[in-house]
Every structure is written in C-alpha cells, then in structure tokens.
C-alpha cells in the first residue's frame, strides 16, 4: 500500500499539471470505490469543476474543486492516477476517466479494486479523514506532542505507529525503516521508551519520510508515479525486505517477524534493549 511518501510524491506531481483544468465529465467502468454511493450522482456532481489545489493528508489524496466541494482518494494497495491523451476504450484496470477541458483524462486505475473515492462539500464530512491523527510532517508532530501520545499506550510501538489515527501515513516500510534508524525495539512498549528514545523516534520520523520524498517513494511491487516511473528509496532501505541479510551497521543478520499479520524487519543487535514488559 502506497505510505506517506509515494502519496506525497503523487500529490505533487498532481500539483505541477491539475490546477486550473475543469473536469468535463466522468465516466464510471467499475464503481467499487464509490462504496455503494449513486454512480450518476458523483458522475453530476464532479461535471463542470475545476481543480484547485492536489494535497495530501496521512495516505490520502485531496483534490480541492471549485465550486467548493474536496475529491478525496485513498489508492489502498494498487489504486493509481495517471495523466492520458485521450483513448479509444479502457484498458482493462481503468475504474474511473475524468475527462478534462485540456483534453486529457484522468484515469484512476486499480487492479485489486480495494481504491475509495469520496466527494464532500467539506472536509470534515469525511469520516476517513476525521478518523486520522496527526500527521508526522506537520508542525503538529512535535517531541512533546510523541512524549504524551506515547505515554498513554501499552501497546507495542510498532502497533502504536502503523495506527493511523495515532500518526496519519506510517505503514509497514517506514516504521520497519524509522525503528531501525532510531535503534527501537519493534516490540517495545510504547508508554516505556525513555526521553532520548523519544527524541530520537522523533527526528529519525522526518529525516526517513523526507528522505523518502526526496526520493520520490518506495516501488516495491505496484507503486508507480503519475509519470509511471518508479520511485528510487527502495535502493536506500536498510531493513526492510532484507531478512537473513546482514546488518548495515553491526552484520547481525536482519530477522522478519510478524506482528499484526505483517512482517517487520529488524536488527536483533542494534533494536535491542529496548523493550521492557508493561507494568
């Protein structure tokens, strides 16, 4: 599933080519993504707006319309937009063509069919929004703000991270890449890590996803840009996908287990002594 960083990247690259464009029409191949909504209701009611502003909060992309309404996209494990001349019928993916005034479509595609797409007038009418907590990339992921969230948990700090409506936009890479960065125990009790692990749970949190963008994402299997190249962070994980293989720093050889049915790869070396039992 596309994190924080290839949402981020897709967003921007949104941003450089969408604003101004005017949405002719929609044409729906595949309604899953509407959640059982009227198909010709989001059909009429996109018809005729412009696309302001693309952005991104936690895993989900916001297309901000005039008249005043908010397109908001969560991709879910194979979900794409893509830029297109105009075809002469759907390639066997598409679910949605958004026809703009350039000419052009906005295609959403999704092999798996597991992507939403939700129109509201505001944005806290949504509920998958409203459910989100912060977002790790905003002023409001500060060291104080990590020290009292984290303080009231017992649960194992990769489960407090990869909880969106702790952090908004953490998955199953980035923690596994954040946690070793930081020297963390994934097993670790969440409410027992001490001040300095705090600190460094906090800068290794940005420094990773910055990285991350920087790189424009993480292409392990599914994830392709707007422009369909791949991203590049995946030449610069350490941990992740890396079982058996050789610590980076010590040679300890990297170990997979799972935690909440997902592997998590770690250095059983460098993460340790962090963990301790809940009192």
């Known amino acids: 599933m596309p994190e924080l960083p290839e949402v981020e990247t897709i967003a921007r690259e949104l941003e450089a080519r969408l604003p101004g464009r005017r949405i002719e029409n929609v044409t729906v191949f595949r309604a899953d993504a509407l959640g059982g909504r009227p198909v010709d209701r989001f059909r009429h009611a996109l018809a005729g707006r412009s696309i302001l502003h693309c952005s991104r ?22 979900g ?10 759907p390639l066997p993916h598409h679910r949605f ?11 959403f595609q999704d092999l798996r069919c597991l992507g939403t797409l ?9 509920r998958s929004l409203l459910r989100l ?12 703000w990590l020290k009292r969230a984290l303080a009231e948990s017992r649960a194992p700090l990769k489960h407090w991270l990869m909880d969106q409506t702790k952090v908004a936009g953490l ?6 890449e954040i946690l070793f960065a930081a020297g963390l125990d994934p097993k670790a009790t969440a409410r027992r890590l001490k001040p300095g692990q705090i600190a460094r749970l906090h800068e290794e949190t940005r420094r990773i996803l910055r990285q991350a963008i920087r790189k424009n994402g ?22 992740y996908g ?10 300890t050889p990297i170990r997979r287990i799972v935690q909440m049915q997902r592997s998590t790869f770690y250095c059983p070396s460098c993460q340790r002594g962090s963990r301790r039992r809940a009192a």
């Not at 909060?57 to 194979?78: D, I, Q």
């Not at 998955?171 to 596994?176: A, E, F, P, T």
């Not at 890396?242 to 040679?251: H, M, S, T």
């Open 171 to 176: 998955g199953n890479i980035y923690v596994s």
């Open 218 to 239: 993480t292409t392990i299997r599914d994830f392709r840009r707007v422009d369909e190249h791949s991203g590049e962070f995946q030449s610069f994980l350490q941990v």
């Open 80 to 89: 794409k937009f893509a830029l297109s001349d105009p075809l002469p019928a």
């Open 118 to 126: 939700e129109l509201v007038e505001r944005l806290e009418q949504s």
């Open 57 to 78: 909060r936690g895993k989900f992309l916001l297309f901000h319309l005039s008249p005043e309404s908010y397109l908001v996209a969560h991709l879910r494990m194979t």
């Open 133 to 144: 907590g912060i977002d790790p990339l905003s002023e409001m992921f500060t060291l104080g």
């Open 97 to 107: 063509w958004f026809s703009l005034d350039s000419g052009q479509l906005l295609v």
């Open 242 to 251: 890396k079982a058996g293989q050789p610590c980076p720093r010590c040679r």
